[in-house]
């Protein structure tokens, strides 16, 4: 999932859900007087990272937008890396630097935490990334149909050593009947105060199959060589048809059919409260 050019081009449901989140919980972020500090975890090619923008105070200090791929990093700072907003590689699994220590006063992420096996982790760099009084906003996928057509194809002949790693790109909430008692027992964990956490059921159209082909594989993690993507596109949409997801009225066959699937997103607002005035 490097590719931030069919990133840009494919990330319609990713774009859609921000927005809704943004209209939804905007409005509890607790914006200083003068000059937020603002970070955006999992920036890809900035386009997100640009939309916060309008929600933002005009009077903010400075806009950050990471990631772990270089080169999103790269087509972000050409692309949106303009005046008080910039993009830098960042491994939120990993470990921070002193620079980024308590070094924002708000944390967003979009489509992001998914990716990450060690959560706890994640939330605590989140929480160190913030100063006291500090907040933020986080949207993350939990069960959805693209991680079970992946175990499927990794259980196949074909493609299994392929998608040897599967478990390593399946959301940590796939599977897990209670994703909002698990996310709220990580953070509370961490020291984050004012948690609200909430899954909903959102569903998706895609108007045809190449625009799903096109968004699956913009996110793809495996390693699938360019001359044999088509067929394990194709493929991903033969597990598509048989787990029902296309359009009833066209038979479920031929080209021109919608494709509709629910899905989970968790949204998350929280606090980090300075321990004296709790
Ligand atoms: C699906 S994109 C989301 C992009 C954008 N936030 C949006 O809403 O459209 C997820 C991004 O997370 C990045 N990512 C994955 N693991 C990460 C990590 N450990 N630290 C930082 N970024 C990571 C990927 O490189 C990718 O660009
Ligand atoms: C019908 C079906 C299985 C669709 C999958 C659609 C899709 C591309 C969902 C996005 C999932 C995802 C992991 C997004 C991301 O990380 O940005």
Redo the contacts with the bound molecule.
Sequence with gaps: ?NNADLYRKS?S??KRDALRCLEEHANKIKWKKIGDRVIDLGCADGSVTDILKVYMPKNYGRLVGCDISEEMVKYANKHHGFGRTSFRVLDIEGDLTADLKQGFDHVFSF??L??IRDQERAFRNIFNLLGDEGDCLLLF?GH??????YRTLSHTEKWHSWLEHVDRFI?PYHDNEDPEKEVKKIMERVGFSNIEVQCKTLF?V?DDLDV?KK??A??NPFNIPKDILEDFLED?IDV?RE?R?LDRCNNNVGESVS?K?N?KVISVYARKLCLSLM
Excluded: G, K, R
């Excluded at 959805?144 to 057509?149: K, L, N, R, S």
């Design positions: 999932m990330n449901l990713q489509y992001t998914h990716w996928l959805t149909p693209i991680f079970d057509v959301s998706y895609y799903l968004s699956v913009a996110i991903y598509v787990m997801l494709i699937f899905y």
